[in-house]
């Protein structure tokens, strides 16, 4: 499992794992799926995206050659569903801002010395991440 999606297993390469499911999604919310499109959105696999969950193009990573670009894969939402994507980003700048003040109540934790995981420590850098891409996406 990968988060909260599932795949098929890797056949060595020659094709792209298939995604069987999601899982207890409990940051989904009820009402406009695009908030949720565009939560997934964040952690997407693709070149430079420095929090996509599993990496690009490391161990256990998704390989970058089987994924869409992000534009793609946007593109296939709205014809597939018949969606309104013309204010996307606007969700995008949501769901990015909604996870960094989620984050940032760990990482204020760990700061005031209240937290024993040491991946607190390491939240900063996401947060600044998420933060920079809401403002990416709010202009």
Same mark, same amino acid.
Request: proline share 11%; hydrophobic share 45%.
């Given at each position: 499992m990968?988060?909260?999606? #599932?795949?098929?297993?890797? #056949?060595?390469?020659?094709?792209?794992?298939?995604?069987?499911?999601?899982?207890?999604?409990?940051?989904? #919310?009820?009402?406009?799926?695009?908030?949720?499109?565009?939560?997934?959105?964040?952690?997407?696999?693709?070149?430079?995206?420095?929090?996509?969950?599993?990496?690009?193009?490391?161990?256990?990573?998704?390989?970058?050659?089987?994924?869409?670009?992000?534009?793609?894969?946007?593109?296939?939402?709205?014809?597939?569903?018949?969606?309104d994507m013309s204010h996307f980003q606007w969700y995008q700048a949501f769901s990015a801002w909604k996870l960094a003040i989620v984050l940032e109540g760990s990482y204020a934790k760990h700061l005031r010395g209240e937290s024993k995981n040491p991946t607190h420590g390491y939240l900063g850098f996401t947060i600044d991440r998420l933060l920079g891409r809401a403002q990416r996406f709010a202009v």
């Open positions: 990968i988060a909260s999606l #599932t795949c098929t297993p890797s #056949t060595g390469g020659t094709a792209p794992p298939r995604i069987l499911g999601l899982l207890d999604f409990e940051m989904a #919310t009820v009402g406009d799926p695009l908030v949720d499109l565009a939560w997934a959105m964040i952690f997407w696999p693709e070149e430079g995206n420095l929090i996509a969950f599993p990496p690009v193009d490391v161990p256990g990573g998704f390989d970058a050659a089987f994924c869409q670009r992000p534009e793609q894969l946007l593109r296939r939402y709205a014809e597939r569903t018949g969606r």
